[in-house]
Every structure is written in C-alpha cells, then in structure tokens.
T-cell receptor
Framework: DTEVTQTPKHLVMGMTNKKSLKCEQHMGHRAMYWYKQKAKKPPELMFVYSYEKLSINESVPSRFSPECPNSSLLNLHLHALQPEDSALYLC??????????????FGSGTRLTVV | QKEVEQDPGPLSVPEGAIVSLNCTYSNSAFQYFMWYRQYSRKGPELLMYTYSSGNKEDGRFTAQVDKSSKYISLFIRDSQPSDSATYLCAMSAAYSGAGSYQLTFGKGTKLSVIP
C-alpha cells in the first residue's frame, strides 16, 4: 500500500459547525503532516507529527486542532472556521530513511468550503 | 528574496515539445531536491527526487541540479497532453534525524500541452 487516504474528499461547513478531516497511511511512515493550499498557491505547512508527537505547529489558529491517535492515523478537528479558511487541506507522510530525504507522499486532499 | 523562486507561468507548448521547468534558490543548506506534479484539485504527486548535482533520468523526465549556481531544472521530453498540470519544485536541508523534515516549495509552474 503506497497511498495516503484522506476523507472526506469534499466538505461544506457552516461557521458554527465542528467537523474533522481524516488521514490514513499504511506505509510505516513515522512522520505525518497537514498542509493548507489555496488556489494557485504552493502548500503551506500547518502541523508536523513525528513519531506520533506534535513537533511543529506553524502558528496555526486554535480553531484547527490536530490529533495523531496512532502511527497510521492523523486527524484535523475544525471548529468555528471562517470563510477564508476555505482551501484544499492536504495530508502527507514521509519515512524515516536514516539519512535521506526522499520527499513526502501526499493524499488527494479534502476540499473544504466554509459558508 | 524568497528562498525558492519559480516562474508561475502559465507555460503552453505543443504536444511532442521538450519542456524545461526551473527553480532557483538562495539557501545553501538545501541538499535535497524534488519535483512534484499536481493535477487540478488533486494532491501533489512526487515525480523525482535527487540529492546531488548532475542529472537524474526517469523515462521522459530528467531532473538536473546545479548546486554551485543554486539552480534546478526538470525536463520533459515528448510532452503529452496528460502532462498538463502544475509542477512544483521542493527542497529540504539535510536530514536531522528527528523523524520529520520540512520541504520548502516553489510557487509552481502551470503547464499546458496542446494536442
């Protein structure tokens, strides 16, 4: 299995809703990432989990709350979002290769629309 | 000056043409270089990665790195309409052994291959 699976693929939510994005990988990768991508922009790093511990939080507002229940799963909990939070949310994972950087494997993303 | 510069295009070429995509960077710490392909509304897909100056070939794709000039390129031979996508360069410093690493992305170049 060489995939990162994200659900749902599309999500429309109101500003008062609570929802969660899910990400799953079974490649044995020990680092998992959340990125946000706006149209015609490169991905922006939000959070990094390394060995199931949050290692980087790029000053993301508290209305985004990440969770890593185990080495294969990554969640992003959403609450009281703003319309400007509408974007493609990407999950990625990478393997600990000892001494090499081989790039991330990205999921297909969740397209989030906040109304 | 941004760490990674990439011309966003758009770039339009006829089918069968050789395509040249480029990025420049300013951070001498970057040691690993990647190219991602991203179709509209999908997650980025890793095309190639390399960590040394010189050329690396994979089918119709050739990645070229010149660390002395801080310049990387991706060449696509015999371009096909299915190559129409946004191409993102990405770079990383040496792996710290912490389990995760950060990629710095270029803005992406939108390529259209016209039949």
């Amino acid at each position: 299995d060489t995939e990162v699976t994200q659900t749902p693929k599309h999500l429309v939510m109101g500003m008062t809703n609570k929802k969660s994005l899910k990400c799953e990988q079974h490649m044995g990768h020990r680092a998992m990432y959340w990125y946000k991508q706006k149209a015609k922009k490169p991905p922006e790093l939000m959070f990094v989990y390394s060995y199931e511990k949050l290692s980087i939080n790029e000053s993301v507002p508290s209305r985004f709350s990440p969770e890593c229940p185990n080495s294969s799963l990554l969640n992003l909990h959403l609450h009281a979002l703003q319309p400007e939070d509408s974007a493609l949310y990407l999950c990625a994972s990478s393997q600990d290769d000892g001494d090499r950087v081989r790039g991330y494997t990205f999921g297909s993303g969740t397209r989030l629309t906040v109304v | 000056q941004k760490e990674v510069e990439q011309d966003p295009g758009p770039l339009s070429v006829p089918e069968g043409a050789i395509v040249s995509l480029n990025c420049t960077y300013s951070n001498s710490a970057f040691q690993y270089f990647m190219w991602y392909r991203q179709y509209s509304r999908k997650g980025p897909e890793l095309l190639m990665y390399t960590y040394s100056s010189g050329n690396k070939e994979d089918g119709r794709f050739t990645a070229q790195v010149d660390k002395s000039s801080k310049y990387i390129s991706l060449f696509i031979r015999d371009s096909q309409p299915s190559d129409s996508a946004t191409y993102l360069c990405a770079m990383s410093a040496a792996y710290s052994g912490a389990g995760s690493y950060q990629l710095t992305f270029g803005k992406g170049t939108k390529l259209s291959v016209i039949p």
